[in-house]
């Protein structure tokens, strides 16, 4: 059975990261989002196409790089059952993977769909776009427009996949930790 399974989901530059390395600073099992490296390993393999906001324009077969993503999201969230621990924490969920190429116009075969059916998480929280904290950088290639956009594809997805993703205050780390942490109490 393993852990209470919780993805921490959102547009780019919302803070997820921060509050998953806080998260495991204080003792959670974490797993990490994999998609900055893989765009970053694209990029390295001399795809050096301009930055439009979609890392696929890197990848020399983006249905090969989303299936390695979903795969990469799906081994994270296997390896959870192993966990002894009462929570973890994932860095985005399988069903970012669906929204992402939602808005990106891009088609996706009924196994993606059929993996994030399967492997469901207990909880969601979404991180709101906040300008006051985006940055862009050599990984997040999205303006904070968007960004704005991707947040409502994720809302979109996500309550397809009927889950009811509970927004995260704009406020503190350690505010927006104990936040999660005591919606997860409430039982």
Known sequence: MGCIKIAL????GTGKTAVI????????????????????????QGNNKELLGNPLLFA?????????LIDARTAHFSMSALVAEPYCFFDRGIPDVLAY??????????DFTKTALKNRYDHVFIMPP????????NERLETFGQATELHQHLMDT???????????????????VTFILDQLTKG
């Open 9 to 12: 989901t959102g547009a780019p």
């Open 158 to 176: 996500y309550t397809a996949f009927d889950y009811n993703p509970l927004i995260v205050p704009k406020t503190s780390i350690e505010k927006r």
């Open 21 to 44: 390395n806080a998260l495991e600073a204080k003792g959670f099992v974490c797993f990490h989002e994999v998609i900055r490296s893989m765009t970053a390993n694209e990029k390295q």
């Open 101 to 110: 190429m939602d808005y990106f116009d891009q088609r996706y075969p009924e």
């Open 130 to 137: 906040w300008k006051a904290i985006y940055v862009r950088d």
């Open 60 to 68: 020399d077969d983006p249905k090969k790089f989303n299936q390695s």
